[in-house]
């Protein structure tokens, strides 16, 4: 396995992460569903941004993600239920709520965010995950994190594809 900077696990976990958000094929306002395994690829490698860690180079990822979808309270989740492992300073689930164009997560955490020594500091941070459904049955999108404070500050986006695996 490719060691992975801190800003694929936060994209990791933010995105299923603790915060992420996917769709199934041909998920649309009527009928949302996303249910299956996927593989999401995060790449980190075009990741842009006005943070300093917008600039660390980093290696795409991709992991497997199995989730299920549950519209019964009138409101369209789909959660992950099963994946890798998060990092300790993210939510060890990951739940997405269906707008009626795409799959979307918001929330606060703590960004770790590597400095030139190599050590960490963690900044306050808002991120919001999302995941647009596709033809193909793939999802396109982003994870979009505001870094509010720290060495870090400033904003990082992470473009995100998930496939059916």
């Known amino acids: 396995m490719t060691r992975l900077g801190p800003m694929t696990h936060t994209a990791l976990t933010c995105s299923l992460l603790a915060g992420s958000a996917l769709a199934a094929p041909g998920a649309h306002a009527d009928d949302p569903s996303w249910n299956g395994r996927y593989?999401?690829?995060f790449h980190t490698d075009q990741k842009t941004g006005t943070s300093m860690a917008a600039g660390q180079p980093e290696t795409p990822y991709t992991a497997s993600y199995q989730f299920t979808t549950d519209c019964s309270s009138g409101t369209?989740?789909?959660k992950s239920v099963d994946g890798p492992a998060p990092k300790d300073n993210v939510a060890p689930t990951v739940s997405l709520q269906w707008t009626g164009t795409?799959?979307?997560k918001?929330?606060?955490w703590r960004w770790d965010c590597l400095m030139p020594d190599?050590?960490?500091?963690?900044?306050?941070?808002?991120t919001v995950t999302?995941?647009?459904?596709?033809?193909?049955?793939?999802l396109?999108?982003?994870i979009a994190t505001t870094i509010d404070a720290g060495a870090c500050k400033g904003t990082v986006i992470i473009p995100v594809t998930a496939r059916p695996a």
């Open 76 to 78: 369209c989740e789909a």
């Open 106 to 108: 918001a929330r606060d």
């Open 118 to 126: 190599r050590t960490i500091i963690y900044d306050p941070a808002h």
């Open 102 to 104: 795409q799959w979307e």
């Open 39 to 41: 593989a999401i690829t």
């Open 130 to 138: 999302t995941y647009v459904p596709q033809p193909d049955g793939s």
């Open 140 to 142: 396109t999108g982003s």
